[in-house]
């Protein structure tokens, strides 16, 4: 059975930083999609970012680009998401998500993703 925990979110000032984890248990995918995704009140989830596992593929949004980097550490099976410069608006709750679909995959919609977490609150102040 798959498990997605994340961890790391909290409230911090605009400019600032924050680094999301994800633990993922039961999950030995290779070249598959692991990623971040976020859903503020009153919006639909977005893809924030992602890669396939034990490739070089990763996806940002254009609205995180430059600022957000996401990685995985095989050996702990765990999944990160370091997030930089942050504003107002990347107040959401961010949710890790991992997925079974092999083949060539962008990794940026949420049907590509078959285990959601629990989703970690970030709160972006002026």
């Known amino acids: 059975q798959v498990q997605l925990v994340e961890s790391g979110g909290g409230s911090v000032q605009a400019g600032g930083s924050l680094r999301l984890s994800c633990a993922a248990s039961g999950y030995t995918y290779s070249r598959r999609c692991m990623g971040w995704f976020r859903q503020a009140p009153g919006k639909e989830r977005e893809g924030v970012a992602g890669l396939v596992t034990g490739g070089k593929s990763t996806y940002y949004a254009d609205s995180v680009k430059g600022r957000f980097t996401v990685s995985r550490d095989n050996a702990k099976n765990t999944l990160y998401l370091q997030m930089n410069s942050l504003k107002p608006e990347d107040t959401a709750m961010y949710y890790c998500?991992?997925?079974?679909?092999?083949?060539?995959?962008?990794?940026?919609?949420?049907?590509?993703?078959?285990?959601w977490g629990q989703g970690t609150q970030v709160t972006v102040s002026s």
């Open positions: 998500a991992a997925g079974e679909y092999g083949g060539r995959r962008a990794c940026s919609k949420d049907y590509e993703y078959n285990y």
